[in-house]
RNA sequence: GUGGGUGUAGCUCAGUUGGUUAGAGCGCUAGGUUGUGGUCCUAGAAGUCGCGGGUUCAAGUCCCGUCACUCACCCCA
């Protein structure tokens, strides 16, 4: 039933099994790959003044014009949810003063913007971004996309796409503009009805419009390191050379283009195959970003954390296979038995066994079926005779075994690591 | 912001040209086996047919509105 009242405000979703599975693991591998890496998790607030974005993503961006979610605190302030990780990283940075000179900081966490949902596109979505601060000098934006590749893989993703292009010096932007309206003059009676608009507005996006009559007339174009300065195309050569000996496999693609106003020299995107029309797993580049009377310079990249699970999915990964399976769930007829496996089951969670058993009390067919549900790997069934006799019944789930215990064999057979320590005190009341 | 598609049980969906008490599969609960799951059989619970209005003797079915979901555009991860 599709109640109002039960879900969640559109274009934001509850993540929870089984596909939350997969965001741990993701969420376990980059930390540990990122520390590997010598990133840091920083963890700015979700909050910012609303300034913090407009001044850093350009304040004709059409995340900052109409994708944000801004409103008015109780003392007037101008807030708004953050639309992206690095304007906030980038606001704490400056405040560090010379602490944070080269400051090497990752982020994992949820992002806003208001726009209609569709596939890979969400009002809250989660990325996970990564700052290199400072070291404004090829190497370092080689050493971000090779961390990212290596991030990808470490995923499992297999058909990812990395393409590699300049933006070049801030200006530069002018006259690589300029330099295309120029040589679009021409032809702008082909250009689609977008197109004609973006002429004046940011000829720049003309060069990935998908229609294909606009394509043909890109395809005519000189590439925009052309326009460029020698100092901007001499920075591309060079990351370029460095990533073919970390043999990190990158296209260099002259008509890529990157939207946010903060980036210079390299940027660079991650597509993949199996998306739909939302296919960026990840976008990246050097930016230098200017808060009140600093210049913050750095490199750094965003994932789409749900794209990134779209494609994995896409790809044949399960997330119900990523489940924890209880070891053991216990199994009781007759009251004294249950409450002796309250207490097993206490005893054995504090010993580092993972159990579960049905706390109503129910019959032992329903329990039989809990556990089976539960995917549990044993069952311990106790009974008037068991209780009698001092045993347990230990009942492997996978062949169907089931043998009779006392205690310290019970306790053998459920603590694999032999550096967990039993006491031999351990009486049955 | 613009355009298309879809809303019937927890899930996936049937539902004839409007015509009695709205169906299936899966899942869930219980029983078949009063001490044993995953297979099988039986039974049961579960639906204001998204919501509101209209047409009609009669609406899940037709009309209008509205909300939600979904895909795409703009733009972006």
Known sequence: MTSDSF?????MSDLAVPEIHLWQRLEDTARD???????????????ERTDVFERSLGDTTDVV??????????????LTLRPEGTAGVIRYVAGQGQDAQE????????????????????????????????????????????????????????????????????????????GLRDALKTKRAELCEDCHRRYEENPLRILDCKKTECRDVVAGL??????????????????????????????????????????????????????GAQDALSGGGRYALTLGNKTVEGVGFAMGLERVIAA???????????????????VSQGASAFDENLVLMQTLRMRGVSCG???????????????????SRYVIIRGEHEMEEGTFQLKNMEDGVQEELDMPDLI????????IAWPDSEEKK
């Open 7 to 11: 879900q969640p405000i559109q274009g």
């Open 65 to 78: 014009r109409k994708e944000m979610y801004s409103f008015e605190d109780r003392g007037g302030r101008n």
């Open 103 to 178: 400051a090497r900081l990752y982020y994992i966490g949820p992002m806003f913007r208001s726009e209609r949902p569709q596939a890979g596109r969400r009002r809250q979505f989660h990325q996970l971004g990564v700052e290199a601060i400072g070291a404004p000098c090829p190497a370092a934006d080689a050493e971000a996309i090779a961390l990212q590749a290596h991030l990808l893989g470490a995923w499992g993703l297999d058909e990812f796409r990395m393409e590699v292009n300049t933006r070049g010096l801030p200006e530069d932007r002018a006259r690589v503009a300029d």
């Open 222 to 275: 000189p590439p925009v390191t052309s326009f460029m300065s020698v100092e901007a195309r001499d920075y591309l050569r060079d990351v370029l050379q460095i990533l073919k000996r970390l043999e990190i496999p990158v296209t260099e693609n002259p008509r890529l283009v990157r939207g946010l106003d903060y980036y210079v020299h390299t940027v660079w995107e991650v597509t993949h195959v199996g998306l």
């Open 312 to 330: 994995l999915t896409g790809q044949g990964m399960d997330p119900k296979s990523l489940a924890e399976r209880p070891d053991v769930w216990l």
């Open 357 to 375: 058993m049905d706390l109503q009390g129910r019959s032992m067919k329903a329990q039989m079926r809990a556990a089976n549900r539960a995917d």
């Open 412 to 419: 053998q057979r459920l603590t694999p690591a032999t550096d």
């Open 33 to 47: 790959l990122l520390s590997r890496y010598a990133f840091r998790e920083v963890r700015t607030p979700i909050l």
